[in-house]
């Protein structure tokens, strides 16, 4: 089993955060590729990172399916709605890793085994004062399966949102939460992420853009993203974002072989009651991963 762990291991930590449950930082929803990981808390195609953005008006029933290399891939479903002035939210979030070969140490083939991670969270976010401040909470079941073996996690993300005119601020914990069942015997523990964001809309122009700062102890960096979304009329819209991951990518001194590091794009059109939303995320400048969200109002 220690094999098939390490290779596990090895291939999401290539492509995801090094953390001990890669999938809880994994990008589920596209709208995170075209924002370069940021995009907390601008309303448009929100996937409600921050609970308190479910505090909107709009019910959305949104699909989205992301293709990372080498055969990985990622789906999610959010249903977000209201009630008498209390807003709700339900995720399911899923990454399949993919099938690998079992090998001895003689590079026998044994078999195979499959590897992925599932996340159900339920959201909940009510105004505590008039329509300016929002508190907020996701709440959820996270399961991780590698082959037979099998993790289990409860996790929480409170969080609060202060609303202006043009200007929001937004703080959210995330990776809150408690193992009950792990891969192996060791003491592994969660650390949480602490996510600052800064939200600005412009009159003069049809912008929007967000200033967000993640903090965690384990990543041992900070990580910044700068995300904006401009429209380009009043149903399509273009989006971008950088964050701080480029300073660690960049290799040489050749401004051509880092220009498409860690750069994200996309492109959405809104058809009234249905919006169709594509994204890619270039962390190279031969890799990228793609996504497309279908959403729904109702």
């Known amino acids: 089993m220690i094999n098939r762990y390490i290779i596990f291991i090895f291939i999401s930590s290539s492509i995801f955060s090094q953390t001990a449950f890669p999938g809880l930082d994994s990008w589920t929803h596209a709208n995170s590729l075209g924002l370069a990981g940021?995009?907390?808390?601008?309303?448009?195609?929100?996937?409600?990172?921050?609970?308190?953005?479910?505090?909107?008006?709009d019910r959305l029933f949104q699909l989205s399916l992301i293709k990372y290399p080498a055969g990985i891939t990622a789906q999610s479903i959010i249903i977000n709605g209201s009630y008498n002035q209390h807003y709700f939210g339900l995720f399911v979030k899923n990454i399949n890793y993919g099938?690998?070969?079992?090998?001895?140490?003689?590079?026998?083939?044994?078999?195979?085994?499959?590897?992925?991670?599932?996340?159900?969270?339920i959201g909940y976010a009510r105004h505590v004062y008039k329509d300016k401040l929002v508190l907020g909470t996701n709440a959820g079941i996270f399961l991780s399966q590698i082959d037979s073996y099998n993790a289990k996690l409860i996790t929480a993300s409170p969080s609060i949102l202060l609303k202006g005119n043009a200007i929001s601020l937004g703080v959210s914990i995330e990776k809150l939460g408690r193992i009950f069942e792990s891969y192996t015997n060791e003491n592994i523990?969660?650390?949480?992420?602490?996510?600052?964001?800064?939200?600005?809309?412009?009159?003069?122009?049809?912008l929007e853009a967000e200033l967000s700062f993640s903090k965690n102890k384990e990543m041992k960096s900070n990580i910044s993203t700068f995300s904006f979304l401009y429209k380009l009329s009043i149903k399509s819209y273009v989006k971008a974002g950088i964050s701080s991951n480029r300073l660690n990518r960049i290799t040489g001194n050749?401004?051509?072989?880092?220009?498409?590091?860690?750069?994200?794009?996309?492109?959405?059109?809104?058809?009234?009651?249905?919006?169709i939303d594509f994204n890619i995320y270039s962390y190279s400048n031969t890799h990228s991963i793609y996504g497309i969200t279908l959403a729904s109002k109702f």
Do not use: C, V, W
């Not at 050749?254 to 919006?275: Q, T, V």
């Open 189 to 206: 523990k969660l650390h949480p992420s602490f996510i600052f964001s800064l939200y600005k809309s412009y009159t003069q122009f049809p």
């Open 254 to 275: 050749s401004f051509a072989k880092n220009l498409m590091n860690d750069i994200g794009f996309g492109f959405g059109y809104d058809f009234d009651d249905f919006y």
């Open 99 to 121: 099938t690998f070969d079992f090998r001895t140490d003689d590079n026998i083939k044994m078999g195979t085994f499959t590897a992925g991670d599932t996340h159900f969270k």
């Open 38 to 57: 940021g995009g907390y808390i601008i309303p448009s195609q929100n996937e409600f990172r921050n609970a308190g953005s479910l505090a909107r008006p």
